[in-house]
């Protein structure tokens, strides 16, 4: 298979197919060949330091490969327009950034034209309910900074949501609410990758898991069958 | 010519000597560990501005207006390295300061002379052409500097609109803003309290020189608003070229280290 049109879907969102990329003179990532499935959510786990960030990186084209290819929909994604590109292909950072004063103007950072009532529903699907759009960005929690960036991802209406581990800064109570906001996504057919080095209540949802090690991929595969997460989880599931 | 002062001979320049040697015994008694710089610097400005003086007369008297614009790109060309260095760390930023001040200085000194505001003549020209460089020259520094301090302290949230799909340009607009805005403060503060505080150069040079006070000024006004927009101009060149290069053509912030 060489280059699928949109017409004819591949099954996966993302292929990476020999990808190296090398920073400072170290191999970051090193032959990572991976495929995310389309509809469903991708885990991309390993210990800190192992390039997870990097790989998620690549797949808004944050970075390049110095070798090897990412595929996006079965076209290289150098290809794509790359400013198209993010909007299809949505991130959380780890820590939320508020670029606007106030809830409102946050949501409509990337899409400035929308209307109160889409702000107010993307409010709500991003588990903010009710919330007021004049509340200033600066009063807001943590957690609920991370669901109105989330919000703010979600008004550009993208296919794939790149996560970085979204819950790491938060406290116990804020990381379960932004989970079970990823979960609802899923659920309703979103795709998304979420980088985390523990996946916690997002095992569920997660259909398919790439383990790196210092760049490379050690194990790929559902997560009842990857031994990485047995470990992690003193063999629990 | 009547009421000229009277300018100090060498001799004076000599004895004006005992002001370094006050400077350097204070340095030395309080233990500043300057006093050798102070010596240097002064040796150094004496063997500076005898050497530009020199060659000032060389133009004056022989070279003419080309003479004089050529002086004025070789301001501009080590202004822009003087700047761009501020800026260390940026790409390209020796470049950029250059085009900027060069932008800068020739729109201002363009307008200054084709409207014939001050006379197309080397002892003009050059003299009014140095204040507008230097000035450009110290905005731009400015202006650099926070372009690339901006870039490295706001990279998640310049970064975040990135991953929104905006343009490196869109993405870096609101500190493109501020780091003109900054830039231009000195310019504006001086101009508040120009002549309150201190009689600024060209006025001081005139009356030196003889010129009635109110005819002073008139130099003065002009020096004041051509040094509101020749930094104006050089910020804004200097800040879209620089944001232009911090970003690749996929449009991703590129490194950008600060020096410590």
């Known amino acids: 298979m060489l280059r699928n049109g949109p017409s004819q879907r591949s099954p996966n969102a993302f292929e990476l197919d020999d990808v190296v990329l090398v920073r400072g003179g170290r191999r970051i990532l090193d032959r990572v060949t991976a495929q995310l499935p389309r509809g469903a959510a991708t885990a991309v786990v390993g210990p800190s330091g192992s390039g997870k960030t990097t790989l998620l990186r690549l797949l808004n084209r944050f970075e390049d490969p110095d070798e090897g290819v990412v595929r996006f929909d079965g076209a290289d994604a150098r290809d794509l327009d790359v400013l198209q590109l993010r909007c299809r292909v949505g991130l959380l950072a780890q820590r939320p950034v508020m670029l606007a004063a106030t809830v409102a103007d946050e949501v409509r950072v990337g899409a400035p034209d929308l209307a109160e009532a889409r702000v107010a529903q993307l409010l709500s699907r991003a588990g903010l309910p009710g919330f007021s759009p004049d509340r200033e960005t600066a009063d807001l929690s943590g957690g609920e900074m991370q669901r109105l960036a989330l919000a703010r991802a979600l008004a550009l209406d993208p296919d794939v949501l790149l996560l970085d581990e979204p819950t790491s800064a938060l406290d116990a109570d804020a990381a379960a609410a932004v989970d079970e906001v990823i979960i609802s996504l899923v659920e309703a057919g979103l795709t998304a990758v979420v980088v985390s080095h523990d996946l916690h209540r997002l095992l569920d949802v997660t259909t398919h898991t790439i383990v790196l090690e210092s760049g490379r991929v050690v194990e790929q595969g559902p997560p009842a069958e990857v031994r990485y997460l047995h470990s992690q989880r003193g063999g629990s599931r | ?260």
Do not use: C, H
Not at chain 2, 100 to 106: C, R
């Open chain 2, 1 to 260: 010519m009547n009421g000229t002062a009277q300018i100090p001979s060498w001799l004076g320049v000599a004895t004006s000597l005992v002001l370094v040697i006050i400077a350097a015994l204070v340095s030395w008694r309080e233990g500043l560990g300057l006093t050798r710089e102070l010596v240097v610097v002064a040796v150094r400005a004496f063997v500076q501005l005898v050497a530009v003086g020199a060659l000032l007369g060389v133009v004056f008297t022989y070279g003419g207006l080309p003479a004089a614009f050529g002086w004025l790109t070789g301001m501009v060309l080590i202004g822009g390295q003087v700047a761009g260095r501020r800026a260390k760390g940026l790409p390209a930023s020796r470049r950029t300061a250059t085009i900027a001040i060069a932008a800068g200085a020739a729109a201002t000194m363009g307008v200054l002379l084709v409207l014939r505001i001050i006379d197309s003549v080397p002892t003009v020209v050059i003299p009014v052409g140095g204040m507008v460089v230097s000035g450009t020259m110290v905005a731009t520094g400015i202006t650099l500097r926070r372009v690339r301090d901006e870039a490295q302290r706001s990279r998640p949230q310049v970064e975040a609109r990135l991953a929104l799909g905006a343009t490196g340009s869109a993405a870096f607009a609101p500190y493109k803003r501020e780091a003109v805005r900054t830039a231009l403060a000195p310019a504006i503060d001086s101009t508040k309290v120009v002549g309150l505080i201190a009689l600024p150069g060209a006025m001081t040079g005139l009356i030196l020189a003889g010129t009635d006070p109110l005819e002073a000024i008139r130099y003065q006004i002009v020096v004041m608003y051509m040094l509101l927009a020749a930094p104006a101009l050089a910020g804004a060149v200097a800040t879209r070229l620089a944001g232009r290069d911090l970003f690749d053509e996929a449009q991703r912030l590129r490194p950008v280290s600060v020096p410590t």
